[in-house]
């Protein structure tokens, strides 16, 4: 925790001894050769044999938006995705791989500036699966702005898989492979350009089959109101194989400067394979005598499939486009299925009606997405109306099959089935305005509805069938000063939502025992966050960074709580919670010599939170990252990375003790550098990592060590060729929130 204050302290304090007209890009050029006096005839230089090479900035921020560049970022090289999150600012991934942005885990996941269902469902798998040069940037939007979907405690991860530049025609494309000790990939991409049509498509292969994900943990639970069963301990260990492939096509057409038509589509399959997968179960009495024991050993597979189809239409009404209205369509499809065996075993005392037992579980989500906005710069464009609206019908289906039996396959089965369908309906509008006074002052404010209507249908139990309807009115405001072009201090406010979940209203009762049962509240609202922020921003040409000072405010927290229905105690939720929480989190950027660099980012933040009846926690949390970078001599890339997480604070426990680290050395060959050859290690001094996690309640107290095999090293290659340097063309759904040029800039509609 000291470390994190000092990191913090020192950042604050380089950031204001900042000169304000430092500049952002840091370059060494190679110049074309001088004419001398006595040159008998002028001389002509190639274009194309003049090479300009740029250090840029692996991380930039405005206060609204922080981008990663995975592509200028050496380090990031022969990287799972998963693992390059842990370099980001403001994204913490934890020992079971969950990843919390800006302190919540709470968030939305966007590719290309589009939801995607199939990622956001499944990333913990799918990060782990994709190599992280597979994306050229990370994008962590913090203020999405009234454009974008309310919901979102923590914000918007948004995966930048391509980038645009300019130019002429041809095409160019990129090859690149790896191979380490956790897993192994291939990815490949091209882009081409031909008159006013752009096409770009990019495909990757990725498998573990030759290794395993292994990881473990143990648990132990003590039941405070329970003499007999008083303690139990379990003890899991499990590993999996995996095959991921994805491809993603995008396509641009401009038949003239003032109308862009643009497609796209993706496609996404996981399989995985539960191998070895054993749980230990044993239950103790007060005085440590052994009640009862068992063993599950599980088997199984993992099926993800996911596509997507994407269509949008620019029409602007002058020469720059910033007076347009623009039209976009977005499908979604995603089927999960889960199968899997499980057998009881060595049992000890412990009554096992069916020692074997299968389940089948498949979800399918359909989604439709319509979109429509406009945008307006009024006077001289200093200042910008923007209106929209959005249409979002989801309809999904769950099913699930159990079969119990004395043996594996035995016909004489308890079997049940339980299907469910899902209707969602979310209609939204927003409105927006941004100025810029003075040549300084930008002002941003926005209000945004969200009427959501659900209703959940059960085949074999139609009397369970229920709807709810919610509607959250979400503003937010951003006053921004800006000192110089890269200099500003930042004052915003905003509100984000989270809805409760389908399991969290719908009010069945589901029953466990003769006293214990569940049921939902169908009256839960969405939890409303109120958020006040101060950012100072400062990138120089040797050191830049920012500090943000955030306050946060929740006071309708849904928590858990029990009522007797006679002699059943039911557990169920209501909004009765509250949570207060102080961050102050930065960044920091030395550009030590035009060769080396080095990043340093942290946080520390206290958090309260109460539930009903007095219950709840409170604490501190604290997390800091490192990334140091050197081009060495002979062309030799040199980088070094990790971070750790030092607490983190839940409603009813804590985590704590994980950390990670990593180093990476690469050179480039050929021409224009187009072969990469690198080698990368991480947490190489150990083969397992991990951390642990607390709960505590007023009946018990559970305590988890939980390990991964995290070492891993890996040889990676890459290639790049042709010349094309402009990409497919974007209508305007990329995520944009730099409102200190929203008057000039093409703007976005957020799907």
Known sequence: ??????????????LCCLSSDSATLQADTIAPPALTADTAEISTIDLDDLVVTAKKDVVKSDGAKLTYSVKEDDSAKGLTLLDALRKVPMVTVDAQDNIMINGSGNFKIYVNGREDAMMEANYQRLFKAMPAESVDNIEVITEPGAKYDAEGVGGILNLVTQSTTQRKDGYSGTLGAAVGLNNA????????KADKFNVSANATAATNYYTKQKSRNH?????????????????????????????????????????????????????????????DNRMYDRNNNLQWAFRNNICGDLGNLGTSANASYRLGFNDANTH????????????????????????????????????????????????????????????????????????????????????????????????????????????????????????????RYEHTARRLEFANKPADNFSTHLNDWVPNAALTWQFAPANNLRLAYQMRIARPSLSQINPAVTEFTEYMAQAGNPDLTSEKSNIISLTYTNFGRVIGGNVTLQHSIVDNCIVSCTYNDGLQLIESYANVGRKNATMLRGYLNWNITPR????????????????????????????????????????????????????DITFQ???????????????????????????????????????????????????????????????????????????????????????????????????
Request: proline content about 1%.
């Open 1 to 14: 925790m000291t470390f994190i204050v000092i990191i913090l302290t020192v950042l604050a304090g380089c």
């Open 185 to 192: 990939y291939i990815n490949a991409g091209i882009n081409a």
């Open 219 to 279: 648990t132990s639970t003590e039941y405070f109101g329970s003499d007999i069963s008083h303690f139990m301990e379990s003890d899991i260990t499990q590993a999996f194989r995996y095959n991921v492939q994805q491809a993603d096509v995008n396509m641009s057409w401009e038949p003239n400067a003032r109308n862009l038509f643009t497609w796209g589509g993706s496609f996404t399959n996981m399989s995985a394979n539960i191998t070895d997968f054993v749980s």
């Open 324 to 447: 347009r209205i623009i039209l976009g369509y977005l499908f979604n499809y995603s089927r999960q299925s889960v199968a899997f065996d499980t057998e009881t075993t060595d049992a000890d005392r412990y009554v096992v009606e069916y020692p074997w037992q299968y389940t089948l579980s498949r979800n399918y989500i359909r989604e439709h997405t319509v979109q429509a906005d406009y945008s307006n710069p009024l006077g001289d464009g200093t200042h910008t109306v923007d209106a929209g609206f959005k249409g979002v019908f989801r309809r999904n289906t769950a099913s699930m099959h159990t079969a119990d039996g004395l043996v594996h396959d035995m016909t004489d089965k308890n079997i049940t089935d339980d299907n469910t369908r899902q209707k969602e309906d979310i209609f939204a509008g927003y409105l927006s305005y941004t100025g810029s006074f003075f040549n300084k002052l930008s002002v941003t404010a926005g209000l």
């Open 596 to 647: 080396m660099s080095l990043g340093v980012n942290g946080g520390v933040s206290y958090t309260d939170m109460r539930g009903d009846a007095g219950t709840g926690n409170h604490g501190w949390s604290g997390n800091y990252g490192i990334n140091w970078n050197w081009r060495g001599p002979a062309g030799i890339n040199f980088s070094a990375y990790g971070g750790q997480n030092i607490h």
């Open 653 to 751: 426990g804590y985590s704590s003790g994980w950390y990670y680290y990593g180093l990476s050395i690469s050179r480039s060959f050929l021409k224009n550098n187009a072969l990469t050859v690198g080698v990368t290690a991480s947490n190489f001094l150990q083969a397992y990592s991990g951390g642990k996690f607390h709960t505590e309640t007023e009946s018990m107290r559970t305590t988890t060590d939980y390990r991964m095999k995290s070492l891993d090293v890996a040889l990676n290659i890459s290639w790049n060729f042709g010349h094309l340097k402009e990409q497919v063309k974007k209508t305007g759904l990329d995520l944009n929130t730099d409102d200190t040029s929203s008057a000039k800039s093409q703007g976005g509609i957020g799907m």
